[in-house]
């Protein structure tokens, strides 16, 4: 039962759900800590990662998650999606960096709940193509702006707007759409921030994996209505 039909019959069942979700995918980021601080490189100190944020980023998608109409195939695939995601987040945002070590085990692991997914009925086969077509365009596209300018988005960002398209493509385009104009809208704005307060210049690194997992989140939460349908 959706987390939202059940707040209008039980609403403390509904809270507890989402904080047992908050607590289940916060203490599996919590977990893998020694493996962000590993991919952060030993001589990282980042306030990024002393207030674990990836822990935060976590609870929060499980507190989340389960107010979405999703299969349970989905639902279990985008939980363990979220927590590799926000290890990720936390990787860049301290390091502007996004490991191929854990980005490739993230598409495979969707590859693999979609594939699962199909085989079940939480979607159909044309879902998992139209999944791994979104990855091969969002990819190409985020690399050939990493081509033509090297300064600005790196290989990381391309290899992870790819597999959050990856995971969005299997519910439709419209949340792909979506998740990329909200990235670049997010980003751009924040970065527009940056200028205004001078706390930064344009030659300042700005991280876009956060944008680009932020612009999949809402997209992937609001679903329609951010584009009128698939």
Known sequence: MQLSTLWAETPLAAIAIAVLGAVVLGAAAWVATPRVRTLAGPG????????????????????SLPWLDLHPVELATLAIVAVLVA????VDLAVHRLPDALAFPTAGL??????????VGAGSWSDLGRAVLAALAVGSGLLVLCLLTPSGLGLGDAK??????LALGWFGWTPVV???????????LFAVGLLLTRRATRRTAVAFG???????ALALA???RIAGGT
């Not at 990282?44 to 929060?60: K, P």
């Not at 969707?110 to 085989?119: D, N, Q, S």
């Not at 979506?178 to 997010?186: D, T």
């Open 44 to 63: 990282a100190t980042s306030r990024w990662l002393r207030r674990r944020t990836h822990v935060v980023l976590a609870a929060v998608a499980g507190a």
């Open 87 to 90: 290890l990720l987040v936390t």
């Open 110 to 119: 969707l590859v693999l709940g979609w594939f699962i997914g199909a085989l």
């Open 160 to 165: 992870l707007g790819a597999v959050l398209a």
């Open 178 to 188: 979506g998740a990329v104009v909200l990235a670049f809208l997010l980003g751009g």
């Open 210 to 216: 956060p944008w680009l997992a932020a612009g999949a």
């Open 222 to 224: 609001l679903g329609d």
